[in-house]
């Protein structure tokens, strides 16, 4: 007799089929693509219930692929910001999140918001709305 599973996430008697799948993740913007992952895998939503160790193998493809566009992100923020010719303690109180955030983005410990993000972007096209942006 074969074993039946049902997809928990669907909730709707959806049944897995149980093989080799590729998975799919996404982060700001990139995707990353996991490839043979066995486990039980709805073919309607793409959740899967990892086989022994698999979870393992994929949480570790996320951390990596996260951690290294993190570090890029860091890198372009540094690049940026010595471009507008701002010290990190001045880039941290024009932009909010005090004189030490952006060492901390910068080295990785923690992730900018999106609005800091974003404005980094906007200045990297148009550094002369910085003047603006100091007089607020």
């Not at 010719?85 to 030490?100: E, I, M, R, T």
Request: charged share 25%; proline share 2%.
């Amino acid at each position: 007799m074969t074993q039946k599973r049902y997809c928990m996430q669907c909730d709707d008697g959806t049944l897995l089929k149980h093989g080799k799948g590729d998975l799919v993740f996404a982060y700001k913007g990139h995707t990353l693509t996991v490839h043979g992952i066995k486990g039980w895998h709805c073919p309607a939503c793409a959740e899967c219930e990892f086989d022994s160790g698999e979870g393992e193998r994929y949480s570790a493809a996320i951390d990596a692929f996260t951690s290294k566009l993190d570090m890029e992100e860091a890198a372009w923020m540094r690049a940026i910001r010595k471009k507008l010719g701002l010290k990190q303690a001045d880039a941290g109180k024009l932009f909010g999140g005090g004189v030490s955030a952006f060492s901390e983005y910068e080295n990785g410990k923690t992730q900018p918001h999106k609005s800091t993000v974003l404005l980094f972007k906007l200045l990297d096209k148009h550094p002369d709305l910085l003047k603006e942006i100091g007089a607020a």
